[in-house]
Nanobody, 115 residues
């Protein structure tokens, strides 16, 4: 069974930066389009950014220009560099496939943006 382990979250002030990581146990990781998702309290999970196996990216409008998704296929690891963080970016962040046939969700990593 595929395991996804997210890390790198924390408490940061508005305008600050964080880098999230997602380690995947799936050996086919390199050919799978992957995505970062987030879920804020009382809201549905939403897509933040996606990246294909070859590195083509797509972003939600609310994070475009501030967040950067990347991947290291040799390490089976997905990254999300988050800059200029806003309080509304506060959420639990998850990684998973970029298609609806999701792998089991990991526990996510909490990002809190607050002064």
């Amino acid at each position: 069974q595929v395991q996804l382990v997210e890390s790198g979250g924390g408490l940061v002030q508005p305008g600050g930066s964080l880098r999230l990581s997602c380690a995947a146990s799936e050996i086919a990781f390199s050919i799978v389009a992957m995505g970062w998702y987030r879920q804020a309290p009382g809201k549905e999970r939403e897509m933040v950014a996606t990246i294909t196996g070859r590195g083509s990216t797509n972003y939600a409008g609310s994070v475009k220009g501030r967040f950067t998704i990347s991947r290291d296929n040799a390490k089976n690891t997905l990254y999300l560099q988050m800059n200029s963080l806003h309080p509304e970016d506060t959420a639990v962040y998850y990684c998973n496939k970029a298609t609806p046939t999701y792998w089991p969700w990991g526990q996510g990593t909490q990002v809190t943006v607050s002064s």
